[in-house]
């Protein structure tokens, strides 16, 4: 497990999946806020790609979010797009309705940011989510991340066309003591970061 302050990354387990289905993929809002294309109901059994991981597949890293203290699933976070010729990545996240407002999200970044340039030596990382998004918004850029540009219009979500926002942080930017969690080059080199 990958550690920050209040929250864990680990592997997907079976169970976590009904509750991810129910809590993210079926509601109809966040689905089309955070998915990027139409919501769509999932066929129960269905091995849907978003919930089933495929450890074959080696440019997409999904996690599942954990609370440090009891050890209850919040959420999802993805390291994806995995390019290692550019060295680039994206990171997506999303916490269950219960789990938001804790301030789980920034340290969900700080920890996908760790994955991403200390264990799987990315030179850059990058976000896209509506530019309405102020909590995703906020989360990234406390940990660095810098507004790159803004993509009008691109994103048809519940009947209007909304823009989007692009962040981007490189590995030479990133400063683990921006966001004052356990995670970072100190914590690799005292091992703290790996549960
Ligand atoms: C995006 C998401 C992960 C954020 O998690 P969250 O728990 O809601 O975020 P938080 O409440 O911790 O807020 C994060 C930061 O934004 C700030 N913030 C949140 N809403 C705000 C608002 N309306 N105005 C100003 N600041 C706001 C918080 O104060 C916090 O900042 P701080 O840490 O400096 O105090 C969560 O809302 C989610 O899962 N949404 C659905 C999926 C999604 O949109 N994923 C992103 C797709 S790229």
């Not at 290692?84 to 970044?109: C, E, F, M, Q, W």
């Not at 700080?110 to 896209?128: P, S």
């Not at 507004?147 to 490189?170: K, Q, T």
Request: net charge negative.
């Amino acid at each position: 497990m990958l550690k920050g302050d209040k929250i864990g990354l680990r592997a997907r387990h079976e169970d976590d999946i009904p509750v991810l289905r129910t809590e993210l993929y079926d509601d109809v809002v966040i689905g089309s806020r955070a998915e990027g294309g139409p919501w769509r109901p999932i066929t129960p059994g269905a091995k849907d790609p978003r919930l089933f991981v495929d450890d074959k597949e080696q440019g997409h890293v999904p996690f599942s979010v954990v609370e440090l203290e009891g050890g209850s699933l919040v959420g999802t976070a993805t390291l994806w797009g995995i390019d290692n010729h550019h060295r680039s990545a994206h990171i997506g996240l999303g916490l269950l309705p219960s789990a938001r407002g804790k301030g789980y999200s920034t340290d969900v970044v700080a920890v996908l940011c760790h994955y991403g340039f200390v264990v799987r030596g990315m030179r850059r990382l990058q976000i896209e989510t509506l530019a309405d998004n102020t909590a995703m918004l906020r989360s990234a850029e406390r940990n660095g991340f810098v507004r790159e540009g803004v993509l009008r219009s691109s994103a048809w979500v519940l009947g209007e066309f909304l823009d989007e926002v692009l962040l981007g942080l490189l590995a030479e930017e990133w400063e683990p003591s921006l966001k004052g969690w356990a995670v970072g080059r100190g914590a690799v080199d005292s091992g703290a970061a790996l549960g």
